[in-house]
């Protein structure tokens, strides 16, 4: 029994190896330099900035994961974006000091820096999460 054991353990782990993904790396033959050719992440480039002022604050209730706010904030032009502020969001005041444990609050200018939400819940998905909040005023 033991040796169909380990045997069954041996063929899922060799065939897991199949699987795995091999970085591609090209070499320039001129210069002979090594250069990889994985993208960069996508998460560099898809951080965005929003400003405007925060017109709601709505608590929602969660884990320690969860987004614990929603705020709506509208730019000059009258375009309003909701953003999901999670308890790892950064708040900064106009001097760069962190003031993240007080929360966010309405009428103020801020600065958004945001991201889409890939991996959160069916709710959350595809919206914007604040990655931190800068208030301008």
Excluded: H
Aim: net charge positive; with cysteine; hydrophobic share 35%.
């Amino acid at each position: 029994m033991k040796k169909i054991f380990f045997t069954l353990i041996a063929v899922v782990f060799a065939s897991s190896l199949c699987f795995a993904e091999q970085p591609v790396v090209k070499a320039d033959e001129t210069t002979g330099k090594v250069e990889s050719a994985q993208q960069p992440s996508a998460k560099a480039e898809e951080t965005k900035i929003f400003i405007g002022k925060v017109e709601k604050v709505a608590p929602l209730m969660g884990g320690w994961s969860a987004p614990y706010n929603k705020i709506v904030v509208t730019d000059d032009k009258g375009t309003q974006e909701t953003f999901f502020v999670m308890r790892a969001t950064v708040i900064t005041d106009a001097s760069g000091k962190d003031i993240s444990g007080s929360g966010t609050k309405r009428d103020k200018k801020v600065e958004v820096k945001y991201s889409i939400i890939t991996n959160g819940s069916s709710i959350t998905n595809g919206k914007y999460k604040a990655d931190s909040i800068k208030y301008l005023d």
